[in-house]
């Protein structure tokens, strides 16, 4: 018998998967390689892949770890979200599909925000055509002792057309308003490890328990407690998934005259540039680098683009 379902979990050969939105799981293995066209990804399977597999049971009857099901294809992904290893590997991750929605957790301090690595991720998320959020936890550890800088964050990102939710794991501010943005979506939580989104998806739906680690009090950075991807599924309607914590995050497939493109400030502008194509860094009349003058472009975004055109130069 061939059916339809979601990767749900992925522990690198072994697979969990559901038909959803029903909730009922199952394992799974990969029948020999399986590749997708144009792909170098390191994994060809991904959490909310929907693949095809084949099972000897009737229909009805869900296999076991014994007899797992065999998933035979991948079904064309309507988005993902990918990331390219840090060192100069040309081989990529993919580290969800099928997305409704991509939440990307950061926090300005335990661990200290990194706005390029932030940059990426959401120009990412635009190459693909995954809507982002942008979580700002742990707001009740800083919200007074750094408010100057909570608020200049919250303009230029909120200036560059994302919506931001500040929450608390520990307190529950924002839990709701964030719960709400889930409901009836595949929504992705990611970001750096120890910026708390295991503790985030056990406040949106307190009966699960993800993995909750502890920030390193040496470096106050994140220890890594996801280890594989998960999906979750959470009592108002909609699902997590859950990603391990990203310390890197490179560009995949994206010539360096595109990504202009996906900062959607800097693109909205760039018709009053006076050449075409313009690369906003030297330029005579470029109306971005103008903007970035005025303050209507943040000088950090700037920043993070100039440094994403540097980074392409060694993928080259």
Known sequence: MIS?????????????????????????VMRGKIRLKGSDSTNPIAVGDIVRYETDYEEGTLPTLENPAVIMEVMDRKNYVVRKSTNL????????????????????????????????????????????????????????????QLEAFKQIYSGAGYRIIETSAKTGEGVEELREACKGKVCLFSGESGVGKSSLIKAVDPALEPRIGKISSVHLQGKHTTTFYEMYNIATGGFIIDSPGIRGF???????????????????????????????????????????????????????????????????
């Open 4 to 28: 339809e379902a979601t990767v749900v979990k992925n522990t690198g050969s072994h697979y969990m998967l559901s038909a959803l939105p029903e909730w009922n799981l199952f394992p799974a």
């Open 89 to 148: 590997s040309r081989q990529s991750h993919v580290i969800a599909a099928n997305v409704d929605m991509a939440c990307i957790i950061v926090s300005l301090y335990f661990p200290e925000i990194k706005l390029p690595f932030l940059d990426r991720i959401l120009v990412t998320c635009e190459v693909y055509g995954v809507p982002a959020v942008i979580v700002l936890n742990k707001v009740d550890m800083y919200r007074e002792e750094a408010a100057e």
């Open 250 to 316: 490179g560009l995949v497939n994206l010539e360096k005259e595109e990504i202009a493109l996906y900062f959607p400030e800097m693109h909205k502008v760039s018709e009053g540039c006076r050449f075409t194509p313009c690369t906003h860094t030297h330029e005579p009349g470029c109306a971005v680098k103008a903007a970035v003058d005025e303050g209507i472009i943040s000088a950090e975004r700037y920043n993070s683009y100039l440094g994403m055109l540097e980074d392409d130069k060694k993928f080259r």
